[in-house]
């Protein structure tokens, strides 16, 4: 990896590491997702980097991909999830942590034994280790402490503008014989007392580009263009574009997901409805050498 990547890589994770501090310290209980998010991502943009993806900030069973919308009235309480990500030059880091929001020993449990499965796993991260073997060790611990990790979500690898590039590093002993070599990756433990599984809930508002395919509608083809050159293949969400275009912009999206130019995401919930913690770091993995980006 060229010497300049490398640095970019590094720096996106001290912002990351920087951006969380400021988040822990921002969030109180009651207070609106909407300014939530909006604080973090331009924290993110006032220490240099850009949002790799829009702040997740997902309550309880909501395990991944609730942002806010513009008129989004919620507020902070239970299990908040804050998952958050930077990026320089498209240079990513990725990170997360739980907070519980309303003094409830459940919730402190659920962040504890989550903090543990990662840093556990972190402990046997290096170069040519089984992917099986870090989900393997995250399984033991969640287990450990009478919970389940989440069997269908997964850390990932990272690659420039790419968010989940490759490969996937599981929650659980896969039996897979793939290993991680020299590159970025993202560990993220989730964990629950519930049965361990996610399924896809309501629409979240998070967006990918699939094609770039021209279309018909000026305004669509306007929208398309602006995500093309300010977001290429990162995530990105409908806050963001009605805050730069107003509300045309949401007949834009739904015209642009219609015609296949994007994906939405939904949003990620625990089977059984059982309250969900996560903690995640960016690992940067060289032949000698393991550098936890985000820490």
């Known amino acids: 990896m060229e010497k300049s990547n490398k640095e970019k890589i590094i720096q996106a994770g001290k912002i990351a590491k920087k951006v969380v501090s400021f988040a822990k310290n921002l969030i109180k209980p009651g207070m609106p997702l909407l300014e939530i998010a909006e604080k973090i991502e331009q924290q993110i943009k006032d220490l240099g980097g850009e949002p790799a993806f829009p702040v997740n900030l997902s309550i309880n069973e909501i395990a991944a991909h609730y942002t806010p919308n513009n008129e989004d009235t919620t507020t902070a309480t239970g299990l908040l999830k804050v998952d958050l990500g930077v990026h320089i030059d498209g240079w990513i880091a990725d990170t997360a942590f739980s907070l519980d929001l309303e003094g409830n020993i459940e919730n402190k449990s659920l962040i504890d034994t989550a903090e543990n499965c990662l840093k556990n796993a972190l ?92 279309v018909r509608s000026p305004t669509a083809r306007e929208i398309l263009t602006h995500i093309i050159d300010e977001y290429g293949n990162l995530p990105f969400c409908e806050r963001w574009l009605v805050k730069e275009f107003g509300a045309k912009a949401k007949l834009a999206l739904r015209e642009l997901t219609m015609q296949g130019n994007l994906h939405q995401y939904p949003q990620l919930i625990e089977d059984s409805r059982r309250k969900v913690a996560q903690a995640e770091h960016t690992i940067l993995i060289q032949k000698d050498d393991v550098i936890v980006t985000t820490e």
């Open 123 to 214: 402990k046997l991260v290096k170069e040519n280790i089984k992917a099986s073997e870090i989900g393997k060790e995250i399984y033991r611990t969640a287990i450990s402490n009478n919970m389940n990790p989440i069997v269908n979500l997964s850390g990932h690898e990272i690659d420039r503008y790419d968010l989940h590039a490759g490969i996937s590093i599981p929650n659980i002993d896969d039996k897979k014989d793939i290993k991680l070599h020299e590159g970025v990756f993202a560990i993220e433990p989730f964990v629950t007392f519930g049965n361990g599984r996610v399924h896809d809930g309501k629409a979240s508002g998070i967006y990918t580009l699939l094609d770039s395919k021209n």
